[in-house]
Structures are given as C-alpha cells and as structure tokens.
C-alpha cells in the first residue's frame, strides 16, 4: 500500500487531473490512454462550471460535490496554468437563467432561496432586469435568475494545459496504447496492465479514469459499473460570443461564449451507443431554439458542430473511491456531464487516496464504486 | 370486464369484479357463500389462482381513455435519456407527466425529454406546475393545448415556494374553468376529502390528492384520510406526490388508490429502472391486497390452527380431516 507509484488508465480531464495531483505530491506517475489524451468527451465539452444552474433541486450530496469543486476551480487553473505556461481561459462570466413562463418564477424563488445558504448569491430579476443584463435575449423572456459566482473554462484548452502540465512534472504520457487487454492485482506487489500497442505496464497502484469505456473493466473487477455513453451534441456560431455577456441557461439549451469570439451552444443528448456523429435533428433542435432565444441569432447556421460521448451512471452520479477487495485500485468515472466541474475535487479525493488519507467523507457513501454492486449480483444479500 | 368504468371504486361488487369473479352486487352474505362453494371445490384451482393474478390488469378509463396501467410517471430529474427510457419500460406506464413550462411549446419533437418518448403512443399530462393562481393555470394549460399536447391536464396550483403545497381554493377555481372549456382535468390537491369531493362535483376527471409533498418521500403521512378520499370518490383517485418507496406505493393502492403518479423517487433512486419494476409490482400487490381485504386489526393473539391442528373443519374434526385427503 505504501507505494510511490501510480498508473493512471484514462487520459481524459479526470484521469489527466488525477494524474497531475498525484505528481505534486511526489508520485511516480503513468498515464495511459488509449487514443488522444483529451479526445473524447473532455475535448468536446462546453466547459460550464455551473452548480447552482444545474443543480435546481436541492443541497445533495452531487450539488455538494460540484459546489466543492467550483470552489476549488480558480487555485487549480492557476496552478495548472502555471506548471504549463498555457492559458486555459477560465472566466467567472455568471450566468443567467432566462424563463420564458410566469410559472418559471416559483421554482426559481425556490432555487434562490436554498441557494443563497451556499454562497450561489443569486438575484431573482423581473424582465426589465433580465434585458439589462442580457439585451440580445427574446423579449419573450419574462423573468430571470442571475448566479454571479459561476465560471466557465474552455475545456481543449484546459486539457492541453494539464496534458504539458504533466509532462512537465515528470509523469509518463502514453497515448496511442489501444485498449487494455488485461488487469492483473496482486495485492502488496501492485497491478500490471496489459495493452493492446503499449505492452505491459506496472505500478503499486492503479486508477481508473476511463469514462464511458469504463464497463470494460467489470470482468476485472468484484464490482458493477454501470456506465453508459450518453450523446451530447453541441454547435458553436463564429464572432457571436460579444453579443452575450454571460452564460445562459433556458430549458432547452445553454449558451456560453469564448474567448475565440465564438458562442458555443449545448447540447442535445441521445443514447447511440458509442457513436459520434452529429444529427441534422440533435443540432436542428439547438439551431431553431439558439434563433428563438436570441433573434439576432435566427436563421443563422453555426459554423461548426461536434458530439462527445458523456460516461453516465444509473443514477447519474460519479464512482469515486476504492475498489472493496482490491485496495491497489481506486476508481474515477462517471463524471457524465460534470467532468470539467469535477475534475478538481476528484484529483484531491484520489491524491487523499492514493496517499493514504481519508477522503470523500463529507459526502457520505454516495459515490462509492460499489453502490451498485448488490443489484447486479442478484440482490444476494 | 368492467373495472373503474363503474366508477365506483368504493364498492364491494365493483372490487369483486376486479378481482375476476362475478359474485352477486348485493353484498357480504353471498361472498362469503361464494367462498364457501370455491372451497367445497376441494383444491385452489390454478386458473383461478390466474384470474386472481390478473385483477391487476383490468381497465382503469379517466377521460374516457382506457389505459393498462395504473402507474402515472413524471419524468422530471432523470439522469440521462437513456435511463428515463429504462424506467418508461419498467414501470409500464402509458401516461406521463411534466412541466408545460419545461417544455418546448414550439415544437414538441425538438424538446429535450418528449423527444425521447414521442415513439411511444404515450398519453402526456402536461403539468401546471409552477402556477400560483387559477388564472396562470388556466393560462397554461391553453398553451399546452394549442402546442397540440392533448386535452389532459395535471392542475398544479402551489403558493409557496418551500412546501410547494397546493393550493385548494385555486386549484377548485381552475379545475371548473378547465372542465368548461373540456380540458380533461386532474387536479393535484391536498388529502383533504371534502375538497377532493368538490372537485369531483366541479368536473374532474380523477383527483389526485398527495401524500406527502412533492419531491420530500415521505409517504403517506395520512392514511385516513387518503381511505376515506378513496372510499367515498366517484372517479378514480390517483396519490400524487410523496410517494419514497414500493412501500407507500401499495399502501396507496391498499387504501383504494386507483393508480399512483411518482417521479422523484424513481428518478432520483439509485436504480430508476429497478425502482420503476418494484413500483409496477408493489401496485400490483397493493391493489390486490386491498381487494383480497385485511383482516380486522385485533389485540390478542389467536392461534392459526385449532388445538385439535386441523386447518378447516368442524370441531373435533380430525376424522373429517382424514376423509378429505388433506
């Protein structure tokens, strides 16, 4: 258990985060990918950091997870940027939610009310508040809510960043592996992985960061991961960022601009499997609403589009922690559409691990990996 | 069979016709000859047994649609599409429930959830929720009409953003003005059987008076008076909101619920799926049990075979029970 080295198996946003928070606290570290690092759905993401919007329901554990990270956000891009030298575009633009019914109001009062015990300091705006803040909105817009403390970063960017970040601190990148063949535990002595062009690899111990590829591991592993590739389709209109100050959020689709002038809208989700391709219908459905929701935007086709293939769970929640029965491996998947939010909270959760510490405690079992364990086996117990 | 289009949920010929058998509408007395003929049968015939097994299955008709389930599902806060379609088919649910205002009004092909369900020939009852008054309800519902989303609607009236209770006296105004305009009108309201009979009076087509509130799990926190709501209705009573678990799902239908609209608690289980199976097959059991009838709560303890150890018959029975093959 004392080991000093890691092997890290996923070289998206988490396992890349993972991997750098293992580094700082004097790991030997390995990440192995079995593409590009950064090429499924981290690359693809829109990169809202934004709890309060898309929490609305209440304090549970899962909006105590983001809220957590959130918070951790501005430290971690700093460092990263930092050890990289490479600018990952973090903004703490806000965001707005716009409504288009008066019975948007109540649960928006609801929101704010239990919200603004968390620092969301959200404002309940009427519509002449709404078009101060947000003018290229549909005048169709009857109320809002408005969540300063929100932020966004550009997800590519970030992913490069930790990518160089890693590097330079001495980890070991190993894209291109192909997948892995073969998980072999052996208690004190570690684990060795077999991949498909990257041969075998060793370390004391092991995470597991590989998103919607995750269920992969089940034959390796005394548990159930229950991960499915959910669709999730985005579009993204050229020198249209200027014309929307904040990130905005409808029942429909959000919006948020970059610092490229382009204002990327998402997304529309599916389940098709492991496919990537866009649809004429999951980026109509954004164009007509985009048109809608911002006039100025009607009629016009966004420049480009893009799928990523997001890992959810059953109850759309993360596995995070220790394997029972496996103490050399520790679990980080499942981050579904919350990956990029995640990703700081997870590192330092894993880094506690790995190191030894308690960690996740606050939040009680429900992300333990195993939750869905007793379910598969036949509710044997 | 004839099932609710009795409409007369609370009345023993009508659950004995559910049950699948045609006993006489007139009461305890032949019932229990009925019993006395089925036993002299000498053994439980197994397609009896199935018939029994089916009384779950009869028609439940609201609006005068005839609809196999009796499990309505809201289909707020799932995860992912994908597993919302995993609890659609466990739960066997042909109605389903949302928001007007969560939805897109413009085209209901390109909304984020309906999309995913529109292949289905699912009944929607599009929800007021978030409504405060009679007036915005009204509203709403028009909305939900003209965007081509039926005739149904769940009345959703709260007036308080905290327990998002419902509002009585609204939700009496807007479920008149909405049987006028010949709205199919469900009205969520409180446990209260008086103002769940002036609905009925007003026009509804089922009341749906709730558990708990909406989205808290904690069950049926009067079971008296959902009884009686259940006993004295004339249109079927659905329990909405505060439904937690299989548990409180067949206490509902025990207590004569007609059906059950659930969200949160599949929604947000560990497993939608497997909670939307456990749901379906504790509606069944329930309903069931309700109709199969409790035996009276009693103090004392009293054995389950007489002391002579036969089963059924007389006093003293032991040569009888020989005779019989038992």
């Given at each position: 258990m004392a080991g000093r080295s890691v092997l890290i198996v996923g070289g998206g946003i988490v396992g890349l985060s993972c991997a750098w928070e293992a580094a700082k606290r004097g790991f030997r570290v390995t990440v192995v990918e079995?593409?590009?690092?950064?090429?499924q759905a981290s690359g693809a993401a829109a990169g809202m950091l934004a709890p309060f919007s898309e929490n609305a329901a209440g304090p549970d554990a899962f909006f105590r997870l983001c809220l957590d990270s959130l918070n951790a956000y501005p430290e971690f891009v700093r460092e990263v940027e930092e050890a990289?030298?490479?600018?990952?575009?973090?903004?703490?633009?806000g965001s707005v939610a716009a409504?288009?019914?008066?019975?948007?109001w109540l649960p928006l009062q609801s929101r704010a009310a239990w919200q603004s015990a968390y620092g969301g300091r959200c404002e309940l705006l009427e519509a002449a508040d709404l078009r101060k803040l947000?003018?290229?909105?549909?005048?169709?817009?009857l109320a809002g809510l408005w969540c300063p403390v929100e932020s966004h970063v550009s997800a590519p960017k970030l992913v490069r960043a930790l990518e160089e970040a890693c590097r330079r601190s001495g980890v070991t990148l190993v894209g291109d592996?192909?997948?892995?063949t073969k998980l072999e535990t052996r208690g004190e002595a570690g684990a060795v992985l077999e991949t498909e062009r990257a041969g075998a690899l060793a370390a004391d111990r092991a995470v597991l960061?590989?998103?919607?590829?995750?269920?992969?591991?089940e034959r390796w592993?005394?548990?159930?991961?229950?991960v499915h590739p959910i669709r999730g389709q985005i579009c993204a209109y050229e020198k249209?960022?200027?014309?929307?100050?904040h990130m905005v959020f409808s029942s429909q689709a959000y919006w948020v601009g970059k610092q490229d002038g382009s204002l990327v809208c998402g997304a529309s989700e599916d389940h098709a499997g492991f496919e990537r391709s866009v649809t004429e219908k999951g980026i109509g459905r954004l164009t007509r609403w985009s048109g809608k929701m911002?006039?100025?935007?009607?009629g016009r086709q966004p420049s480009r589009s893009w799928a990523g293939l997001r890992p959810a769970t059953r109850d759309g929640w993360p596995l995070i922690g220790p394997v029972p029965g496996m103490p050399e491996v520790v679990v980080a998947t499942g981050?579904?559409?919350?990956g990029i939010l995640l990703s700081p909270a997870t590192a330092r959760w894993v880094g506690d691990l790995l190191d030894g510490r308690p960690a996740g405690?606050?939040?009680?079992?429900?992300?333990?990996?195993?939750?869905f364990t007793r379910l598969a086996a036949g509710a044997s117990r | 069979m004839a099932g609710w289009e009795r409409e007369d949920p609370g009345d023993l010929a009508g659950r004995e016709q559910l049950a699948g058998r045609d006993y006489p509408?007139?009461?305890a007395k032949q019932v229990v000859q009925a019993n006395r003929d089925f036993l002299a049968n000498g053994a439980i015939r197994i397609e009896q047994a199935d018939r029994m097994d089916q009384a779950d299955l009869d028609d439940l008709v609201i609006g005068g649609r005839r609809l196999s389930s009796r499990f309505f599902l809201g289909?707020?806060?799932?995860?992912s599409p994908a597993v919302l379609r995993e609890a659609l088919d466990a739960s066997g649910a042909e109605v389903i429930t949302f928001a007007v205002r969560r939805v897109n009004l413009d085209a209901a092909g390109d909304d984020s959830m309906l999309q995913h369900v529109e292949d289905r020939g699912l009944v929607y009852l599009p929800n007021t929720s978030g409504a405060r008054t009679a007036d915005e309800a009204v509203r709403i519902a028009r909305l939900a009409r003209e965007a081509g989303?039926?005739?149904?609607v769940k009345i959703e009236i709260s007036?308080?953003?905290?327990?998002?209770?419902?509002?009585a006296l609204e939700t009496l105004k807007a479920t008149e003005r909405l049987v006028k305009e010949g709205f199919v009108a469900l009205p969520y309201t409180s446990d209260d059987p008086i103002v769940c009979r002036r609905l009925e009076e007003a026009g509804a087509s089922a009341v749906m008076p709730g558990?708990?509130?909406?989205?808290?799990?904690?069950?049926?926190?009067?079971p008296y008076a959902i009884g009686l709501i259940a006993e004295q209705a004339r249109v079927p009573v659905i329990v909405d909101a505060g439904i937690g678990s299989a548990a409180d799902v067949a206490q509902a239908m025990e207590l004569g619920a007609a059906g059950v609209l659930v969200n949160t608690p599949v929604a947000k289980s560990r497993d939608p799926a497997a909670m939307a199976r456990a749901m379906r097959l504790a509606l069944e059991a329930g309903r069931l049990s309700g109709i199969a009838g409790r035996i009276p709560k009693k103090k004392y303890a009293s054995a389950s075979s007489d002391p002579a150890g036969s089963?059924?018959?007389?006093?003293?029975?032991a040569a009888v029970l020989g005779k019989a093959g038992w």
């Open positions: 079995k593409e590009t690092f950064g090429g990289s030298g490479m600018d990952a575009e973090w903004r703490r633009a409504a288009l019914h008066e019975a948007d947000e003018p290229a909105l549909t005048g169709e817009a592996a192909g997948g892995v960061c590989a998103g919607a590829w995750s269920p992969l591991w592993l005394p548990i159930a991961v229950p249209a960022a200027p014309e929307v100050r911002f006039p100025f935007l009607g981050h579904y559409r919350n405690l606050a939040y009680g079992g429900a992300f333990a990996p195993e939750r | 509408a007139d009461g289909t707020g806060h799932f995860p989303l039926g005739r149904w007036a308080d953003p905290r327990t998002l209770l419902p509002d558990g708990a509130p909406i989205g808290t799990g904690l069950g049926i926190l009067n089963l059924f018959g007389p006093p003293g029975g």
